[in-house]
């Protein structure tokens, strides 16, 4: 599957690059430590300082697919990231993996993970409420530790699973595709918030059973690009 093929089926989101973070002045508006870049996979682990929603990330470079700036609802710019790992390292591209980070197909890289990072339409928390509401009221195992709920969390027919952890912001809800047809990195998808920036990561769904895995390593490496003064 080609890669202009891939980016038309991927939920795609407004790309618009700035000249230079020099230019923006509105101290709400996020910003970035080097020029924006759309698409371009690198190996340098130099750190990129981001802002976004207040909030502090140093990401090292090779964690970053594309870092870009998209008018936000109210005034001013917000940002657009694209960070990718794989499964099997949760690092940002080497020289081995540097393929699959150009690629970003089920074929060439089935462990890949694709997160991202922009400000949504419609919150996590109210997105994913059905489906949490309806596995609490009875949580069970159909499917990998997984409840199967009826709940739709999106346009379009899913399967939509979610792990009941007693609480809201500790359940993750996985809305998958139906199987059938080719598979692809966007399969399956979580939405949530970590340290107040939105986002939404995906994954192929050959890769369901290892969502747990998956789940916590995409907090971890959040988790890792917030710098110790926060906000």
Known sequence: MTRTKWL?????????????????N???????SVRPFT??????????????RGTRWRVPRNFLETATLVR???????????????????TGATPKTLRCFKSLSAEICPDGIVM??????????????????????DPRDDLFGLTN??????????????FFGGSFEKSPVIACRPVGGMEL?????????????????????SQLPYWRRIHDGVVSIVRSFETKDGR
């Not at 038309?8 to 923006?24: E, G, K």
């Not at 509105?26 to 970035?32: A, C, H, T, Y």
């Not at 936000?72 to 949760?90: D, N």
């Open 8 to 24: 038309n089926i991927a939920v795609a989101f407004a790309l618009i690059s700035r000249p230079t973070m020099a230019a923006v």
């Open 26 to 32: 509105d101290e709400q508006d996020d910003r970035f």
């Open 39 to 52: 698409y371009v996979p690198s190996l340098d682990t130099a750190p990129v300082d981001i802002q976004i």
């Open 72 to 90: 936000s609802e109210a005034p001013g710019w917000s940002a657009a990231l694209r960070i990718v790992t794989t499964l099997s390292t949760l």
């Open 116 to 137: 991202l990072v922009h400000r949504p339409s419609v919150s996590a928390e109210r997105w994913n409420r059905p489906a949490l509401i309806e596995a609490a009221s």
């Open 149 to 162: 709920v009826k709940a739709q969390v999106s346009l379009g027919r899913q399967d939509v699973y979610v």
């Open 185 to 205: 990195l966007q399969d399956c998808s979580v939405r949530l918030e970590i340290g107040g920036v939105p986002l939404r990561y995906s994954f192929a769904r």
